[in-house]
Structure formats: C-alpha cells, structure tokens
C-alpha cells in the first residue's frame, strides 16, 4: 500500500485484496510480471475471481504463454464474467503518453466494451483472433527486439576499441539502419550505462526478459518451430544473470558483454 500512497492521497480509491477491488469496479485491468503471479491475482482464496463476478470485464494485459491465457478466460467464463487478453508493446514513456500497441485476443464484443478503456493506454488497438493470439502477437513482436539486445552488445564490441562517445554512438545507430524504435526510446539510458554514470531507474530487468525469451522458446516447441538466434540469446542471458544482473535493467547487458561476456 506504501507504493501506491501518492496515488491514495490524489483521491484514488485503495482496495486490500483482488476480490476487494473485482466487488468495486466493473472493469479490471492486470499486467503482472508471470503466470505465477497471474495465479495469485486472479486464482487465490481473495483473487480476483474468487468472489460474485458476473458481467464484470478482465482485461489481462501481462506477457504470459498463450496457454495461461486460453486457460484464465475458460475458468473466467465458468464464472460468468467477460475476459479479454491485451499483451501491449511499449513501455513506460508510451504507457504514460497512451501510445502503446494493445494485441486483443477474445470476443469482438468484449473489445467493444473495453475500447473506452484501452483507448486511454494504447493509440493502436490490434484484435488479432481468439484468447491466445494476443500473447502469440506479443512474443512475436518481441522476438527481434530480445534477439537485438544481443546483437547491439555484439555491435558495440566492434567499435569499443575506438574510444567514441557512447551518446555520439548511439545516436549515429538510431539514425542508421541499425537503428530500431527501441534505441529512439531508451538511447539515452543505454549511453549513460556505456559511459559507466550511475542509473538505478529499471525499465526492463533481465529477469523479464529470460522469462519472455522462454515463452517463445515454448511456444516455437509446441508448433515444431526452431529459433536458433532465440535459443542462443537466451543462453547469453542466462550467462548475464549468473553474474548478477538478473534484477538489472536490460541496458546493463551491453555494458556486461563488453566487459565480461563477450571476452574470447
């Protein structure tokens, strides 16, 4: 509740538990770390559909494999209550701006009544099929950006030995072609930590990151699919978080490649 405090003070309402917060609005929206904590949120003795939930909306929001997905709108459907998934892309700065890319699996008719809200959060709204198919979008769209994290650090370690300004670096990738959105929006967080300034803010941390590297992995398995350039950044992440970067954020990977794991 301490974390929340500052919102509580602005006259937003504070509820104790998922049931307590289900019971008062008609619409909830979740986006959690992992199907863990998708269990005790939604599946707990006070979770979410623990109580009377008829016609109330869920719309499910985290990155989570397609099957946990399918698997909460069935139990959210034995309950009478409406269940969309919408995995976004964007992060933080898109998040508070409403420019996030929602990825909608369910019911045309769900989606109609949670337009209202996603419109607040997301300036694309894709409904790409039924439950399922919004977490497959999802990892889809991640899948290079994971892969590129990889091949980023690998760039750097080329052009390290000529001493050039990080800011200068990245700026000359992010107008190159070498240069996705990603470097637009987190460039000048990775040219502080490529110039060793400190920077504890955590936009995305390794942890996350190994988690949705997996879940593409999985989902690949289970369609007799081989991602060989996944399966290799996943064991490059692995590697970054047995040297302790696993709670770091993900622009603390290029500096570890360059002195540490990418050392021949």
Same mark, same amino acid.
């Given at each position: 509740?301490?974390?929340?405090?500052?919102?509580?003070?602005?006259?937003?309402?504070?509820?104790?538990?998922?049931?307590?917060? @289900?019971?008062?609005?008609?619409?909830?929206?979740?986006?959690?770390?992992?199907?863990?904590?998708?269990?005790?949120?939604?599946?707990?003795?006070?979770?979410?559909?623990?109580?009377?939930?008829?016609?109330?909306?869920?719309?499910?929001?985290?990155?989570?494999?397609?099957?946990?997905?399918?698997?909460?709108?069935?139990?959210?459907?034995?309950?009478?209550?409406?269940?969309?998934?919408?995995?976004?892309?964007?992060?933080?700065?898109?998040?508070?701006?409403?420019?996030?890319?929602?990825?909608?699996?369910?019911?045309?008719?769900?989606?109609?009544?949670?337009?209202?809200?996603?419109?607040?959060?997301?300036?694309?709204?894709?409904?790409?099929?039924?439950?399922?198919?919004?977490?497959?979008?999802?990892?889809?769209?991640?899948?290079?950006?994971?892969?590129?994290?990889?091949?980023?650090?690998?760039?750097?370690?080329?052009?390290?030995?000529?001493?050039?300004?990080?800011?200068?670096?990245?700026?000359?990738?992010?107008?190159?072609?070498?240069?996705?959105?990603?470097?637009?929006?987190?460039?000048?967080?990775?040219?502080?930590?490529?110039?060793?300034?400190?920077?504890? @803010?955590?936009?995305?941390?390794?942890?996350?990151?190994?988690?949705?590297?997996?879940?593409?992995?999985?989902?690949?398995?289970?369609?007799?699919?081989?991602?060989?350039?996944?399966?290799?950044?996943?064991?490059?992440?692995?590697? @970054?978080?047995?040297?302790?970067?696993?709670?770091?954020?993900?622009?603390?990977?290029?500096?570890?490649?360059?002195?540490?794991?990418?050392?021949?």
């Amino acid at each position: 509740k301490e974390r929340a405090q500052g919102l509580i003070d602005s006259g937003i309402g504070w509820a104790a538990t998922p049931a307590e917060l @289900a019971a008062q609005c008609d619409v909830v929206l979740s986006l959690v770390t992992n199907e863990q904590a998708l269990d005790d949120v939604y599946l707990s003795p006070q979770g979410l559909l623990s109580g009377d939930v008829k016609a109330k909306l869920f719309i499910e929001m985290s990155t989570v494999q397609p099957a946990k997905q399918q698997a909460l709108a069935k139990l959210a459907e034995n309950v009478h209550a409406a269940y969309l998934e919408c995995p976004v892309s964007g992060s933080v700065g898109p998040a508070k701006d409403g420019k996030l890319i929602g990825f909608v699996g369910g019911d045309a008719q769900h989606l109609e009544r949670a337009k209202a809200v996603l419109e607040q959060l997301c300036r694309r709204i894709e409904h790409v099929g039924p439950h399922g198919s919004g977490a497959t979008m999802k990892l889809a769209i991640n899948l290079p950006l994971m892969v590129y994290w990889q091949t980023l650090s690998e760039a750097l370690s080329l052009i390290e030995p000529l001493g050039l300004d990080p800011q200068r670096v990245i700026d000359v990738f992010s107008e190159s072609s070498a240069g996705p959105n990603m470097l637009k929006v987190r460039g000048p967080m990775i040219a502080q930590a490529l110039a060793g300034e400190k920077n504890d @803010a955590i936009t995305v941390d390794v942890a996350t990151m190994r988690k949705d590297v997996r879940a593409m992995l999985a989902q690949a398995q289970a369609h007799q699919r081989k991602l060989p350039l996944t399966e290799a950044t996943l064991k490059s992440f692995d590697a @970054a978080a047995d040297s302790g970067l696993n709670a770091a954020d993900c622009t603390k990977l290029l500096v570890w490649w360059l002195h540490e794991g990418g050392k021949a």
